[in-house]
């Protein structure tokens, strides 16, 4: 495993001009907003490439509880796109809050600005991704693995106006055998029948069934599935359960063509 992550991309956009369009982003995600975890729950971190994240190191951070010694945690798999799944080296505890965090306090990161200058990482990012990244751990439970009750159909794909810029986005309707925040969805877009230009999105489900996706003029362009009405594209649907089980999708790719639609609220 690498070091450092984040260093495939370079942030051309200073943190001043992000901060005045977009406001905080993450420096990371544990893709744990919304979720409920267990004491066996596993976890899908990414860190969002950027000169803030580039002294980052991975193999520095760890599960803290307030006032407790760390846990760590062990690397299991990558998934394609930069997302690794961790795996705590001990059982988290059930009702104790934990925030996932680095070592070495994130406002102490520094990286090169314009110009050649060091700054430290805005406190408005470190807290954003401190908020975004602690949970409470809730009771063992024995889940089923995710299977399908209903496909993704096609529910809306409109563009909306953001202060930063234009939106577009894609939702889908879906239905599987658990509540929505004990599962993950991991897509993979395509406008290429062979999945040669695939990008990957991991997902929570919002509102109980509805997966969204799209481009948020926000966001890095790794992130991002820029699409224009009346293109066609191809998506693949894995299931992912809370303990880190992938359930890939059976089967042939589903076929969408994105006409303007609004969904029906």
């Known amino acids: 495993m690498k070091t450092f992550l984040g260093i495939l991309l370079a942030c051309c956009v200073p943190v001043s001009a992000w901060a005045a369009w977009c406001g905080p982003r993450y420096l990371y995600e544990l893709h744990v907003f919304t979720q409920n975890v267990y004491p066996d729950s596993v976890f899908w971190l990414k860190v969002y490439p950027g ?12 599960f803290q509880q307030l006032g407790q010694r760390g846990t760590g945690y062990k690397t299991v798999t990558h998934y394609p796109y930069g997302i690794m799944q961790l795996r705590p080296k001990k059982p988290l505890q059930e009702g104790l809050r934990y925030t996932f965090t680095s070592k070495t306090p994130l406002e102490k990161l520094q990286y090169q600005a314009d110009k050649g200058v060091t700054k430290s990482v805005d406190t408005s990012w470190v807290d954003k991704t401190l908020r975004g990244n602690t949970f409470t751990v809730s ?39 658990l509540q929505s925040n004990d599962y993950l969805v991991y897509t993979h877009l395509a406008r290429q029948a062979d999945f040669s230009d695939a990008q990957g999105f991991l997902n929570f489900i919002t509102g109980g069934s509805t997966l969204i996706i799209g481009y948020d003029a926000c966001k890095l362009p790794k992130e991002k599935f820029d699409f224009q009405f009346g293109e066609t594209i191809w998506a ?18 589903m076929k969408f063509e994105l006409r303007e639609t609004e969904p029906v609220r």
Do not use: C
Not at 148 to 172: C, F, H, M, N
Not at 236 to 253: A, C, M, R, T, Y
């Open 51 to 62: 000169r803030e994240t580039d002294q980052l190191n991975v193999r520095n951070m760890q």
């Open 139 to 177: 009771p063992a439970v024995k889940l089923p693995l995710p299977i399908w009750e209903q496909y993704p159909e096609l529910y809306g794909v409109r563009y909306s106006d953001s202060t930063a810029g234009q939106d577009k986005i894609i939702e889908w309707k879906l239905k599987t055998n």
């Open 236 to 253: 693949k649907f894995d299931l992912i359960s809370h303990n880190g089980v992938i359930v890939p999708w059976q089967g042939e790719p």
